[in-house]
């Protein structure tokens, strides 16, 4: 029997046949094998740069439909004592590139001691937790982020691709500037 291909996102109001569960590490992949919850394997295969998100949809070769939720996986969760705290603790973070989720009294990012260190440097409280990773997706829409880890997983660069502005380099810095 062939495998069932995705290779296309589509509404998510379709009611799906099937899920599938995947860590933050693949929902910013366009290619990859996974295996539905229900036992069976399945290949993706999107468009270069797709981000898929919790709740998305994708569309199999044979018409059925796979709803995609966020695996649980270990973050970071930061608080602070105050909104203007946390906001500039997500100024900071922002500043490094790196995915991070807003909540609502919170943020979330993927373990990474150096910023641990930043934040609790700031005042921020961090602790682990384990939950679905969903990040914000860019300024731009549907931006796609590549990770560069050091060898032991940690830190690394990160670089932003979004399909609109293929020439853009991040390796700037995104001060406004007169003139």
């Given at each position: 029997m062939t495998m069932a291909m995705a290779h296309a996102l589509t509404g998510r109001n379709r009611p799906a046949d099937a899920v599938l569960e995947l860590p933050f590490e693949l929902r910013e992949r366009s290619r990859f094998r996974a295996t539905l919850l229900g036992g069976e394997d399945i290949g993706v295969d999107l468009p270069v740069g797709t981000l898929i998100r919790h709740e998305d949809r994708l569309l199999l070769?044979?018409?059925?439909?796979?709803?995609?939720?966020?695996?649980?996986?270990?973050?970071?969760?930061?608080?602070?004592?105050?909104a203007p705290a946390l906001a500039r603790i997500a100024y900071h973070i922002g500043n490094r590139h790196v995915p991070l989720q807003v909540g609502n009294g919170f943020l979330r990012l993927l373990p990474d001691h150096v910023l641990?260190?930043?934040?609790?440097?700031?005042?921020?409280?961090?602790?682990?937790?384990?939950?679905?990773?969903?990040?914000?997706?860019?300024?731009y829409g549907h931006s796609h982020v590549h990770h560069q880890h050091d060898d032991q997983g940690h830190g690394g660069r990160i670089h932003i691709f979004d399909a609109r502005h293929e020439g853009h380099d991040h390796g700037h810095d995104h001060t406004t500037r007169k003139g």
């Open positions: 070769s044979d018409g059925r439909v796979v709803a995609v939720e966020a695996a649980p996986e270990a973050l970071l969760e930061v608080h602070a004592h105050d641990q260190a930043m934040i609790e440097g700031l005042g921020g409280h961090v602790h682990q937790v384990s939950a679905g990773f969903q990040p914000e997706s860019g300024a």
